[in-house]
T-cell receptor, first 114, second 113 residues
Framework: DAGITQSPRHKVTETGTPVTLRCHQT?????MYWYRQDPGHGLRLIHY???????DKGEVSDGYSVSRSKTEDFLLTLESATSSQTSVYFC?????????????FGPGTRLTVL | KNQVEQSPQSLIILEGKNCTLQ??????????LRWYKQDTGRGPVSLTI?????NTKSNGRYTATLDADTKQSSLHITASQLSDSASYIC????????????FGTGTRLKVLA
């Protein structure tokens, strides 16, 4: 998993509660991404970061926010979790140097919102 | 609209047999195409990556082909093993645009003893 860890790996929470997922990388990669994976859909981009404090929205960003205060950490926050946010969340990183360069994925976090 | 479609959705084969997975895309402008393997409960792992000028790339028993004219790619698995049981995801990168990586929904392969 190219030095990428995600925490927690599993979480069950209730509707309306805030949830924060953490992605930590040891590769010093510039780019970091949060995706969600649901049955019948390809991986869908939630937010991404192109540097410390530099983030932007992906295609399914509603209800999510992110922060990146250090190169190695990228946090995904669900301000008020809903059942539609039950999913498997993957963090990915990319060095941004050399062409083509590859995205490396973390092990995933399975989130269940009751 | 940029899209990546994979077929079949699922496939069951016997150990030792070969199989071929398909990926069709409508991503433009095209930059490169990747195949990932995703074991159950794990994150995707890159198998191959091909740019516009490459039409074949091998990684052990995995061989990917790319036809940029017809916008098709295939992943051929030779002499399948039980450990090949996984989902295989085709990802196409656009050369421009905000959402640069377009993911297919994957083909779920099961290899039986």
């Amino acid at each position: 998993d190219a030095g990428i860890t995600q925490s927690p790996r599993h979480k069950v929470t209730e509707t309306g509660t805030p949830v924060t997922l953490r992605c930590h990388q040891t590769e010093n990669h510039r780019y970091m991404y949060w995706y969600r994976q649901d049955p019948g859909h390809g991986l869908r981009l939630i937010h991404y970061s192109y540097g410390v404090k530099d983030t932007d929205k992906g295609e399914v960003s509603d209800g999510y926010s992110v922060s990146r205060s250090k190169t190695e950490d990228f946090l995904l926050t669900l301000e008020s979790a809903t059942s539609s946010q039950t999913s498997v969340y993957f963090c990915a990183t990319r060095s941004g140097t050399g062409l083509p360069d590859t995205q490396y994925f973390g092990p995933g976090t399975r989130l269940t919102v009751l | 609209k940029n899209q990546v479609e994979q077929s079949p959705q699922s496939l069951i084969i016997l150990e030792g047999k070969n199989c071929t997975l398909q990926c069709n895309y409508t991503v433009s402008p095209f930059s490169n195409l990747r195949w990932y393997k995703q074991d159950t409960g794990r994150g995707p792992v890159s198998l191959t990556i091909m740019t516009f000028s490459e039409n074949t790339k091998s990684n052990g028993r995995y061989t990917a082909t790319l036809d940029a004219d017809t916008k098709q790619s295939s992943l051929h698995i030779t002499a399948s093993q039980l450990s090949d049981s996984a989902s295989y995801i085709c990802v196409v990168s656009a050369a421009s645009g905000t959402y640069k990586y377009i993911f297919g929904t994957g083909t779920r392969l099961k290899v039986l003893a």
